[in-house]
């Protein structure tokens, strides 16, 4: 008479099976990874830096659009424009409208709801080609220059942490705050 395969057998292959992998991966868990080096805690406090729409987070420094233009003509332009009028998708920094006609092109000036949030982006993610390379100074400097080129602030009004703060951004209201919703 044949083997019959029954319920079973099929029940024992696939527990040993789950066994033999159980035991696999408790093996290569148990070794370590070793790559790269260990972050000290003055590298994982600079880590993420997150400046907040109320200011929490912002560093000490200041800048006005003046001081800005500089910096953006040397590391900024080149994606997005020498107006803020970019140069590919999504490095449009000047005009647009969220009222439009058509599908709302979403600037600086007509979209983003605090200017905490463009110092924020600045700071963590920009220059795109070698991020968070601008010091704390520049930051300012290159925010007020992009809030100027959107008429938001004069080229001469000096940015800091406390100032940042009380910049009136166009579409403040434009966003639900869900922060606190778990």
């Known amino acids: 008479m044949p083997n019959k395969i029954t319920p079973n057998k099929i029940f024992i292959v ?3 099976v789950a066994l033999s992998v159980t035991a696999c991966m ?4 148990q070794k370590s990874v070793q790559l790269g080096i260990p972050v000290s805690q003055q590298q994982l406090q600079q880590f993420d830096l997150i400046a907040a729409p109320d200011g929490n987070g912002l560093p000490e420094g200041s800048g006005t659009a003046r001081q800005g233009r500089v910096v953006y003509d040397q590391r900024c332009q080149a ?3 020498a107006n803020g009028e970019g140069t590919i998708n999504s490095t449009q920094l000047v005009g647009g409208n ?3 006609a058509g599908p709302p092109v979403r600037t600086v000036g007509s979209y983003w709801p605090h200017a905490t949030t463009l110092f924020d982006f600045i700071r963590r993610a920009m220059p ?3 991020p968070k390379t601008l010091s704390n100074t520049e930051v ?14 004069d080229q001469d009004q000096e940015l800091n942490k406390q100032l940042l703060v009380e910049i009136e951004m166009p579409n403040k209201d434009g966003f639900v705050d869900r922060s606190s919703i778990q």
């Open 14 to 16: 696939f527990g040993l």
């Open 140 to 153: 300012y400097q290159v925010t007020a220059y992009v809030l100027y080129m959107n008429d938001l602030i």
């Open 128 to 130: 795109a080609d070698s």
């Open 98 to 100: 969220m009222q439009s």
């Open 26 to 29: 408790s093996t290569a868990q």
């Open 79 to 81: 994606c997005h424009g």
